[in-house]
């Protein structure tokens, strides 16, 4: 089946304090994104990327394509105001039955293995949604009152969130809802279960300065 990866890089560097979109940030002298196309490419090598950027940074996206030398299977799309008109920009590009991955783009630490294993687990159920388990005590406030909870039942949602095509495409057939977080979200209010898979805690999202020095150090350890 088709393999196709919605690259969700429409951010801005607000949190990180940069005058970039943190997804062109360099880590070891490469872009963000260089790391997290480099994955999928790595995991699939009939796999089609469809980089989803703001309208600024096209130009930029491209010369990346271009270095990489990926222009057969490389694609950008217009990002749109949230997260959810992004991935819709980016789903209204599949023609044809596909397995879908949408991932955040600065997530530039997922590995291989974690593509696979959701690829696997959605021919098999349908959707593959990486989760970890909280590590951190956790509280539930309402007002002003506020409890503790089992952080053993508290899973933290991590990409790519995958799908098969004929199920994501369904589900985003629709208006935008502020209660759609995520692709899960908006799967399950079309009336669809999600399926969980083990994820990776290497697997963090690089919002602010202090993750870039983790993500370097996490690559400088895997290079040993």
């Excluded at 783009?105 to 590995?111: D, F, K, P, Q, Y």
């Excluded at 977080?181 to 969980?196: C, I, N, P, R």
Aim: proline share 4%; hydrophobic share 40%; charged share 20%.
């Amino acid at each position: 089946m088709q393999k196709i990866a919605i690259i969700t890089a429409g951010g801005s560097g607000t949190r990180m304090g940069s005058p970039i979109p943190k997804q062109f940030l360099l880590l070891n002298e490469k872009p963000l994104l260089w790391y997290t196309i480099s994955a999928f490419l790595e995991a699939y090598q009939d796999i089609s990327i469809l980089l989803v950027l703001p309208k600024d940074y096209l130009t930029a996206g491209q010369e990346l394509i271009n270095e990489m030398g990926i222009t057969q299977q490389a694609s950008l799309v217009v990002g749109g105001s949230t997260r959810f008109h992004s991935v819709q920009n980016g789903i209204l590009q599949i023609k044809n039955p596909a397995v879908v991955f949408v991932h955040d783009g600065v997530r530039c630490l997922l590995t291989p293995n974690l593509i696979k294993r959701c690829f696997e687990q959605t021919i098999e159920k349908g959707s593959a949604i990486p989760v970890v388990t909280c590590t951190d005590s956790v509280r539930i406030v309402n007002n002003n009152d506020h409890s503790a909870i089992n952080r053993d039942q508290v899973k933290i949602v991590q990409t790519p969130q995958t799908f098969l095509s004929s199920i994501l495409v369904t589900a985003f057939n629709r208006s935008y809802q502020d209660s759609f977080t995520d692709e899960a979200t908006v799967v399950e209010a079309s009336g669809e279960s999600v399926h969980l898979i083990e994820g990776e805690y290497s697997n963090l999202k690089v919002t602010r300065p202090t993750d870039l020095l983790l993500a370097r150090a996490i690559l400088d350890e895997r290079k040993k």
